[in-house]
């Protein structure tokens, strides 16, 4: 993607900051070796390795942090993460937030504001390359990166914990991906719609309910498809889908819902009546 590609939103909003367009043409800002002086104060748009920095506006922020439904059992990683507003955000909620930014002057200062936060034991900052930390046990990503740089991240957000949020400012991941929610605070000026996408449970294949038929999926991103097959016949299944473990779909007017465990899972189906259901995965026999 082009600088200029930041003018243009991946749906259908636009986003425009006029400055943007000299800073993304500056030179790369070089790496500082020495700790930045107490008044170091960084300057919206100014170039980094790969996107220039831009804060995310408090009202987008916030936004993000309610639909990923942040807790103090999360653990939230932001990727780039500037000056560190949305690590300290999020610990301010009593998660544990750490922030990864290839800038060491904003690793300080992020440090820094931490500290004046009051939740330094909670909001941590490491030095380094987005696309080489160690993301897997995060629960919560929100980000603020273009649709290039999402897309590379994808295949490794999806394999997080499934029901693990990653929240977007104004980019989409792209790819086919759709986001489960999308949001936009208003009034709007820029940089004010959130996305949000909930890793989805892996279940593409065959799976044996209790009765003896069998469940044949297939998965796109959290949409399923397939056939639910009994004594020969297979019936479509529709409106599939998943959201983190939970699965949903519809057979011949009976709605399932089910939540996944591994290579089970079970829940309720409700049709001219309601009963208990519960599959498990088939192996392919190696014989």
Not at 3 to 17: A, E, G, Y
Not at 147 to 172: D, M
Request: glycine fraction near 8%.
């Amino acid at each position: 993607m082009s600088p200029l590609d930041l003018f243009t939103k991946t749906s259908s909003f636009r986003c425009i900051w006029p400055w943007l367009v000299v800073s993304v043409l500056l030179a790369t800002h070089p790496v500082s070796a020495q700790s930045p002086p107490d008044s170091y104060k960084p300057v919206p748009g100014q170039p980094g390795k790969d996107v220039v920095w831009i804060p995310t506006p408090d009202a987008t922020l916030d936004r993000m942090l309610d639909m990923a439904d942040v807790t103090r059992d999360d653990y939230v990683i932001d990727l780039g993460s500037g000056d560190g507003r949305m690590v300290i955000a999020a610990a301010r909620r009593g998660a544990r937030a750490h922030g990864v930014e290839y800038n060491p002057d904003l690793v300080v200062l992020s440090r820094r504001a931490a500290t004046l936060a009051g939740v330094s034991d909670k909001a941590t900052f490491s030095q380094g390359d987005m696309f080489e930390a160690d993301i897997s046990k995060a629960t919560v990503m929100p980000l603020f990166l273009l649709p290039n740089h999402l897309n590379t991240l994808a295949a490794k957000f999806l394999r997080l914990k499934p029901g693990a949020r990653v929240v977007s400012n104004t980019y989409e991941i792209g790819g086919g991906w759709e986001p489960d929610e999308s949001v936009r605070t208003e009034p709007c000026l820029s940089w004010c719609i959130a996305h949000l996408y909930v890793v989805p449970a892996q279940v593409a294949g065959a799976w044996r309910l209790a009765e003896g038929e069998t469940l044949f999926l297939e998965q796109h991103y959290q949409r399923i498809y397939g056939a639910y097959q009994i004594d020969n016949v297979a019936v479509t299944i529709d409106n599939g889908r998943l959201r983190g473990e939970e699965i949903s779909f519809t057979v011949n007017n009976v709605v399932y819902r089910g939540r996944i465990s591994g290579d089970a899972m079970a829940g309720t189906a409700k049709g001219r009546v309601t009963r208990d259901w519960r599959a498990v995965r088939m192996r392919e026999s190696n014989e």
